[in-house]
């Protein structure tokens, strides 16, 4: 449920500092922004094609959820986050693991989602496998369970597995009913992790708007329309840094890392790949909720503590208001266009180092380019593409929908179009010539090369 709307300027914030922000950020591809001050939505705006009714693919912000899910099962007495995490594993998984090395039985819940689980490097299995909890316990941590910390996959995971197995619900089902359903917000997917596990770390789609409705949850200390949701004890616990780190003023990933949130020079925030962000600015009384497509979230994190923490508390006025409600409604990311093509139908074979090779093995182009086919597994896909436009399209693939929208045309030098996987922060594009097509990622998704795959929950 989207919160209430109002002016910055009734709220003491300076549009123009919005305005400067996307200025300053016009370079760093946003798809999404949504601000609020003391629980009113003061701007809220899409990159076409993105729109609000639309999902974003989260990445890690969808450990915060996890962690939150989880504060409220604490509260509900389900489980401790003290508790062995081998205590509350699924005793079938546990049967088939083998001889579990003694570390394991040290860890806690609570490590789990600080990430001292132990471990000194990434330590998610490289291949799938159809129990992953036997791949993870054949790997120990080399250190004890709450002294060293390491941004990891694994112990978030396994929380997800103690989840489903503690309440009988898929973690994508108890989200929903214990911490999003009273907020208002119900349309959450959650990646599973090929068997039907939600993944816990990654996987998570929500709206925007929803996604600021709870980053508001956070920053209101865990109550939502006087209901608590989640203890505020525990709300604080999380945002504390668990472990000590020395001062240093210089970056946003020095700060220190709760359950499962990030401290920021700001505030601390719920933190995933490419840019999704959920900010809690508790000083400001703000929450901010982004989605885009780019690398350096430093650079996103700089600009928005130059541009929108000196609007606060600044005078403003209803022309500045006016000219940002203007400028949000018209937020676009410019669309490719073409020129005339060459009145036939054309094939390529796809060259081989492509990014998209060997998933797609042709690509076909319609005479006037408003067509665009890609062969993958012998199957065609078709995607309609507009030419200076953004054209929506779902296919369905596998028996799944996958959203996308696109636009290119024939140029000079052949054919080129863009492809947005619109429930994800991806994009590729695809150009022809004499070697054949090449399909290349914008920024390529972290757990997968199939844009099919990454497009689905």
């Not at 919160?3 to 003491?12: A, F, I, R």
């Not at 945002?239 to 700001?266: E, I, K, N």
């Amino acid at each position: 449920m989207a919160l209430p709307m109002t002016n910055p300027d009734d709220v003491g914030v300076d549009s123009r500092g919005i305005l400067d922000l996307l200025d300053a950020a016009s370079h760093l591809e946003l798809h999404s922004l949504a601000i609020a001050r003391d629980g009113q939505c003061l701007a809220r705006g899409w990159w076409a094609p993105y729109r609000a009714d639309r999902r974003h693919l989260l990445y890690s912000v969808s450990k915060s959820l996890t962690a939150t899910t989880v504060g409220a099962l604490v509260a509900d007495g389900v489980l401790g986050l003290d508790d062995p995490v081998l205590q509350h594993l699924p005793p079938a998984a546990l049967a088939g693991a083998g001889d579990i090395p003694d570390v394991w039985r040290q860890l806690t819940v609570r490590h789990c989602l600080t990430m001292t689980v132990g471990h000194t490097a990434e330590a998610w299995p490289p291949a799938p496998a159809e129990e992953l909890i036997h791949t993870i316990l054949a790997n120990p941590p080399s250190e004890p369970p709450g002294t060293t910390f390491c941004y990891n996959q694994v112990g978030v995971y396994l929380v997800a597995r103690v989840v489903e197995r503690l309440t009988g619900a898929s973690l994508a089902d108890v989200a929903r009913e214990r911490v999003l359903a009273p907020l208002g917000v119900t349309d959450l997917e959650w990646e599973t992790d090929g068997v039907g596990h939600a993944l816990g770390f990654t996987g998570a789609r929500m709206r925007t708007d929803d996604l600021l409705t709870l980053v508001q949850l956070w920053l209101d200390g865990g109550r939502h329309d006087g209901t608590v949701v989640v203890p505020q004890e525990w709300v604080e616990e999380a945002s504390t840094p668990f472990l000590p780190v020395p001062p240093d003023d210089s970056s946003d990933w020095a700060q220190g890392y709760g359950q499962s949130f990030w401290r920021s020079r700001h505030g601390y925030r719920a933190d995933g790949a490419f840019g999704q962000l959920g900010l809690v600015l508790p000083e400001q009384r703000m929450a901010v909720a982004l989605t885009g497509e780019n690398d350096d979230i430093q650079e996103l994190l700089d600009l928005v503590w130059q541009h929108l923490l000196p609007a606060v508390d600044r005078a403003g006025s209803a022309e500045a208001d006016a000219a940002l409600a203007e400028r949000l409604a018209g937020l676009t990311i410019p669309p490719l266009r073409g020129s005339a093509g060459p009145d036939e139908h054309r094939t390529w074979p796809v060259d081989p180092s492509s990014d998209l090779a060997p998933i797609y093995t042709s690509v076909r182009v319609d005479a006037d380019g408003s067509s665009l086919t890609l062969v993958r597994d012998g199957v065609d896909l078709t995607i309609p593409v507009g030419d200076g436009v953004w054209a929506d399209h779902a296919l369905e693939v596998d028996g799944r929908r996958l959203a996308l929208a696109t636009s290119g045309g024939w140029t000079d030098d052949g054919y080129a179009a863009e492809v947005r996987v619109v429930e994800t922060p991806h994009s590729f594009r695809v150009t022809t010539g004499p070697g054949g097509a090449v399909l290349r990622w914008r920024r390529a998704p972290l757990r997968t090369t199939d844009p099919v795959a990454c497009g689905l929950p």
